[in-house]
């Protein structure tokens, strides 16, 4: 699926707390064929929105629903659907973060999902979908868009179309080197 048939679909997040299980559902839209053609069969829609909360609880179980996702949980939900690769999470490593793993698992076809936030606090988890020259294709789940962002204002912490301006985490597959 490109970035602009994923951006058509208009998925957007259920609630305001969601977007960690929205990302992990749509990474595993993009990665398991299987569960793509349950979204795109008939009550593609009901099973998005019930699979959210389904997803949500699921990675959640000690950690408080409202405070969303954490790292751990995206990789461990990102790992349902990759088709045997696992996933795990890293920090953001600052300016000089030359994001060679980012871009070699886009290189391969698995999605990214980053937690980005501001004033030092995590707050909301988006999926980076492909890659094209110096330009990452960003799905935001509560618009439901694909966005583009410039790779300079990730490392320089100056998103804009993400809804916070700062890298906090990965969370990526890991590749055989």
């Given amino acids: ?3 602009a048939q994923l951006a058509a679909l208009g998925l957007r997040q259920r609630d305001g707390v969601t977007c960690g299980p929205t ?3 749509v990474a595993g839209v993009l990665m398991d064929p299987a569960y793509r053609a349950t979204l795109l069969g008939p009550g593609g829609r009901e099973w998005f929105s019930a699979e959210q909360h389904r997803v949500h609880d699921e990675i959640n179980l000690l950690w408080p629903r409202r405070l969303g996702a954490t790292p751990a949980g995206m990789a461990q939900a990102l790992t349902r659907h990759s088709a045997g690769v696992a996933y795990r999470w890293r920090p953001f490593r600052g300016n000089q973060d030359g994001l060679a793993d980012v871009l070699a ?3 391969t076809g698995r999605p990214v999902a980053i937690l980005v936030g501001g004033h030092g606090i995590p707050r909301h988890w988006v999926l980076i ?3 094209a020259g110096n330009v ?6 509560s618009s439901g868009m694909v966005v583009p962002v410039d790779i300079a204002a990730i490392r320089e912490a ?10 906090f985490a ?6 055989s080197r």
Avoid: I, K, N, S
Avoid at 136 to 141: D, G, K, R, S, V
């Fill in 23 to 25: 990302v992990a559902v």
């Fill in 105 to 107: 698992a886009l290189d």
């Fill in 1 to 3: 699926m490109t970035p």
């Fill in 129 to 131: 979908v492909a890659a």
């Fill in 158 to 167: 100056r998103l804009t179309g993400l809804g916070f301006p700062r890298p």
């Fill in 136 to 141: 990452l294709q960003c799905y935001e789940p």
């Fill in 170 to 175: 990965f969370v990526l597959p890991r590749l």
